[in-house]
C-alpha cells in the first residue's frame, strides 16, 4: 500500500494545531488544536471528519510531547493512528528558514541545527517548532519528516527588495534583510489566483494581501515573489491586529530616550498593543466595523489608517510588477470582509481596479472573483489554506525521494 496520509503539524509557543490529510484527494481526515500547553487549563479539541463531532478534553497537559501524544491517542480512536502504515510523512510548519531554505526540506540533525541557528532572527517562534519536530521525531523517528517554511518563497525576492539600505556587511553580520513571512499563504493564493483565471501561475502577476490577525502584503510576478511588506520580523508593513507595521525607526529611539523605555517594552508595545488593538482598542474587524456603524470615531479612524496602508501596498506593488493581472484578498479579514475590500480598492479605478458591489457581498467559502467583469485588472477573494500547501509541499518531496 503506497502511503498518502500527511499530519500537518503547526507548533506555537503554548499551542499545537494540527491536521491530517489524505493527499489522493487533499481531503481532510481529522483537523484539531492543543491549546495553554504547560498551563493547569490546557485544552484539546479533536475534530474526525467522517462524523464531524468533536471530542474534547481539559486538564492540565504539561509539554508538547504530552500534547502530542494526547492527539495521537484521540487520531488512533478514530483508526486513524501514527502508527498506522498509510502515513507518509509529517509536514511541520517552521516561521523562520532566513536564506538557507529556500524550499521545503526533509528533516534531519543538520536541518535542526540550522532552525537552531536562526533563533535569533525568530526567537518566538523557531523554539516552538523545533520543540513539534523534536517530539514528531521522537514518537516516529521512521517516518519522514519535512520542514515548510514561511520564509521560503519569498527568497525569490531581488537584492534590491531583500535588503535594507544599510551597510551590507553590519547587515550579513547580524543576519538582518527583509525575510518576509505568511509565504505559504501567498504561495498557495497567487497560484489559486491564477487558476481562477484560468491560466498558469507562471502567466500572472498577482498582488497578494493576506489579511488575517498578522496581515501582509506580496508582489508576485509570474509565481515569483518579488516582494513582500514583512521584513526582518513580522512588524513591517500592513496596520495589523496588534503590530504597527511601518514606522519611522526613529520612534524606537524616541520611546528609549525621552518615554524611558526598555527594549522589551517598546517590543511588546508594537507588536502586542498597537495596530488596530492600540488605535481603537479592538483588533476584530466584526467589532470595528459595528463601532464604526455606530458612529465610533477612534473604531473609524483605526479602520482609515488599516485601509489607506493597504492602500499604498497595493500601489508600490503595481509600480514594482509594472503590469497586474489580479489583486487577490485573503485570510480572517480579507476573506470575509467585504467592507474591507470595498474600501481597500475605493478610487483605484485609474489603475484598472474596481470592486462590484453585488459580487463582493457574496459570502462563500469558494476562491471568487469580485470584479465587475469590464475591469482591466480582476479582483479576487481566495481563501488560504496554509495546512494544504504544507501537505501538498510535504508529500510532494516525499514521494520524489522514495
Ligand atoms: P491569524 O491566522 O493571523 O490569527 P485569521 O486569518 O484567522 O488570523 O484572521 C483573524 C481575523 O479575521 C480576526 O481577528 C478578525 O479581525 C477577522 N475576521 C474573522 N471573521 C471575520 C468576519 N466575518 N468579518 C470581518 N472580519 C473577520
Redesign the pocket.
Known sequence: MTPTRVLVLNSGSSSLKYQLLDMRDSSRLAVGLVERIGEQTSRLRHTPLASGETREQSGPIADHETALKAVAEELARDGLGLDSPELAAIGHRVVHGGMFFTEPTVIDDSVLTEIERLIPVAPLHNPANLTGIRTARALRPDLPQVAVFDTAFHTSMPESAARYAIDPRIADRYRIRRYGFHGTSHAYVSRETARLLGRAPEEVNVIVLH????ASASAVERGRCVDTSMGLTPLEGLVM?TRSGDLDPAVIFHFARVGDMSMDEIDTLLNKRSGLFGLCGD????E??RRVDEGDEAAALAFDIYIHRIKKYIGAYYAVLGQVDAVAFT???GE??AA?RAAAVAGLEGLGLAVDEELNAVRSDDARLISPASARVAVAVVP?DEELEIATQTYALVGKKS
Do not use: F
Open positions: 489579511l488575517g490577525n498578522g491586529g483588533n476584530d474587524m466584526r470595528i466595523r485570510a480572517g479579514v470575509n470582509a474591507v488560504t
